[in-house]
């Protein structure tokens, strides 16, 4: 049987996207981002992708509205609140011994996971000597990450997941409530560097003590998910610390060997020292 | 890539239904089982502690990239998306929720289709909402194999309606029906 006209579509479509906008979603698991393009397809009016393809080409001003499909945009604060808890209490008492502190928030999304991070670090008195890195491929997450505005209805669970991870104050010192949104405040992103890399294409990032990276990994296939384990443990000062998601795993990469499992069932690695 | 395989899709009364289905299935069957149960968000997954108990087959929680194996059942975790690569491998996501659920059948369903067309069987047990009936219309047109648990018997007959509505070429069966066609499947 010949291969389904809408794989080799999809396939086209994602060779198009890399080489003429150097987007390289080739190695992304691809059941999911075959679901998000034909959704894609739809709600943005096409009847084929092969259509889609030809108008992301000749129109570049398509190619944000495609990548806020491709790019998976869901997270919450203090995600698996578990995760914070153990960060709080295994990793911080390590990072403190740290004259300064460089963390990269990897795939940053809309910036849910940094301003956490944000707010722990400030909380535990490493705010001051602490850089934090927010990476994402798609300027317009990296704009919403920047911003810090979440509609109010969200803040809730984020508030719940707050108090679960240890918290010490109330979340709602941390933003101002403006018109059913809350804006956080921008002093927890003053020692942020917000910028546009790439997972798959770019390089490694230097001597980072803590990378936390949550359900990123899922979405790549197996090959692009040892390429981007080996750039984290590349990017890692000796013992630095890895956080993925708290369903994802370094069990089937080729670069687990680089790790050691620190706290186990929240999916903190810490690299090997040698 | 296992030669076949079977996903099942169950919402409210859905583990009652389960009971019925699983437990009996040999420790050595020939196929994977991937199930998507609509549970809350939770972190721990009791599903699998309790299947783990009553069933011969091996129960587990699906990892992501894990590769299907025969023998096995595996459930979604609680709060991800659980789909089928096309070489035979469990992925998870955290997109948006569908049909209001995460994890959503139709998603399992329509993943499923792809990688193994007419070797999959899909079933559409109890549930109060419609998850799962495109997902069987896919596993239709792919070729494979859709049952519909037989409305009269479920516990909350509109999901398995809705699936038969949507995919006219669902066998509608008991619980005890699906059980003897998924036995039946040993001495093939």
């Known amino acids: 049987m010949s291969e389904p006209v809408e794989e080799i579509e999809i396939q086209l479509l994602l060779d198009a996207l890399y080489r003429h906008y150097h987007y390289d979603f080739r190695h992304y698991a691809r059941a999911s981002i075959k679901r998000r393009l034909l959704q894609a397809q739809k709600q943005l009016g096409f009847d084929s992708i092969s259509a889609l393809q030809s108008a992301v080409l000749h129109d570049e001003t398509m190619l944000p509205n495609l990548l806020n499909y491709l790019t998976v945009q869901v997270s919450e604060m203090f995600r698996d609140p578990s995760y914070f808890r153990a960060l709080r209490e295994k990793v911080i008492p390590h990072l403190r011994t740290y004259p300064s502190l460089k963390v990269w928030v990897a795939g940053c999304s809309h910036g849910e996971e940094l301003y956490s991070l944000a707010i722990l670090f400030r909380e535990e008195g490493l705010a001051e000597k602490t850089i934090f890195y927010a990476t994402d491929i798609n300027p317009a997450a990296l704009k919403a990450a920047k ?64 990378i936390s990276c949550r359900n990123v990994l899922i979405y790549f296939d197996r090959e692009l998910q040892d390429r981007v384990v080996g750039l984290f443990a590349e990017s890692l000062a000796r013992r630095g610390f890895l956080g993925i998601g708290s369903k994802e795993s370094l069990r089937f990469s080729a670069q687990a060997d680089r790790f050691s499992e620190f706290v186990r069932e929240e999916r903190i690695y810490r690299r090997k020292s040698r | 890539m296992t030669q076949g395989l079977v996903a099942i899709g169950a919402s409210a009364g859905g583990v009652q239904a389960l009971s019925h289905i699983l437990p009996d299935l040999p420790a050595d069957y020939p196929l994977p089982v991937v199930v998507v149960v609509h549970i809350p968000p939770r972190k721990d997954n009791a599903l699998v502690a309790l299947f783990d108990r009553k069933c011969r087959m091996r129960v587990k929680e699906a990892e992501d990239k894990e590769p299907l194996t025969s023998g096995t059942v595996y459930f979604a975790p609680p709060d991800y998306h659980l789909l089928v690569e096309a070489e035979g491998a469990l992925a998870l996501s955290t997109e948006e929720p569908v049909n209001h659920s995460r994890p959503a059948i139709d998603v399992l369903f329509e993943s499923a289709a792809d990688a193994y067309g007419a070797a999959l069987t899909g079933i559409v047990l109890t549930g109060a909402n419609n998850d799962g009936a495109a997902g069987l219309q896919a596993i239709c047109a792919a070729g494979g194999t859709a049952i519909v648990q037989n409305p009269d018997e479920a516990e909350v007959a509109a999901m398995p309606v809705a699936a038969a509505d949507a995919c006219r070429g669902a066998l509608v069966m008991t619980l005890d029906e699906i059980a003897a066609h998924l036995a039946k499947t040993v001495t093939q």
């Not at chain 1, 918290?167 to 992103?189: H, I, K, M, N, P």
Request: net charge negative; charged share 20%; proline share 0%.
């Open chain 1, 147 to 210: 911003a810090g505005v979440y509609s109010l209805d969200r803040v809730r669970l984020f508030t719940e997941n707050y108090q679960q991870s240890g918290g010490q104050c109330s979340l709602s010192e941390y933003y101002t409530a403006d018109y059913g949104r809350a804006v956080f405040d921008q002093s927890l992103r003053a020692r942020t560097v917000f910028s546009d890399h790439s997972l798959v294409t770019d390089a490694a990032f230097g001597e980072m003590h803590l």
